[in-house]
């Protein structure tokens, strides 16, 4: 099991960036997929954003984000540009231990482990 740990958010500009991070335990991190997930008050939980174990291969829900990640940090990165007060959530990243390839997953189900999340409030 993977402990994850997200930091980062908080309040934050409409039009503005914020970067939260996700850090992981152990030795493997790095053959992880890991994504990021949102859940909005009130509604469920949407993908967000997701990367290879190897970093080369994303898929993103929208073009303002990127996502990144430090293997060797067993550290992942989201950073949401051009903020939208419909961006505030929780914001949680999720691990899964096995893929085919280097490939991703952003299918909730498809993921092992989840962190508690981290709020990013987007104010008008």
């Known amino acids: 099991q993977v402990q994850l740990v997200e930091s980062g958010g908080g309040l934050a500009q409409a039009g503005g960036c914020v970067r939260v991070?996700?850090?992981?335990?152990?030795?493997?991190?790095?053959?992880?997929?890991v994504g990021w997930f949102r859940q909005a008050p009130g509604k469920e939980r949407e993908f967000v954003a997701t990367?290879?174990?190897?970093?080369s291969n994303t898929y993103l829900a929208d073009g303002r984000f990127t996502i990144s990640r430090d293997n060797a940090a067993n550290t992942m990165y989201l950073q949401l540009n051009s903020l939208e007060p419909e961006d505030t959530a929780v914001y949680c990243c999720?691990?899964?231990?096995?893929?085919?390839?280097?490939?991703?997953?952003?299918?909730?189900?498809?993921?092992?482990?989840w962190g508690q999340g981290t709020r990013i409030t987007v104010s008008s």
């Open positions: 991070s996700c850090s992981g335990s152990g030795r493997t991190f790095g053959s992880y997929v």
């Open positions: 999720a691990t899964r231990q096995t893929a085919i390839d280097d490939d991703y997953y952003w299918r909730t189900y498809e993921f092992d482990d």
């Open positions: 990367i290879s174990a190897s970093g």
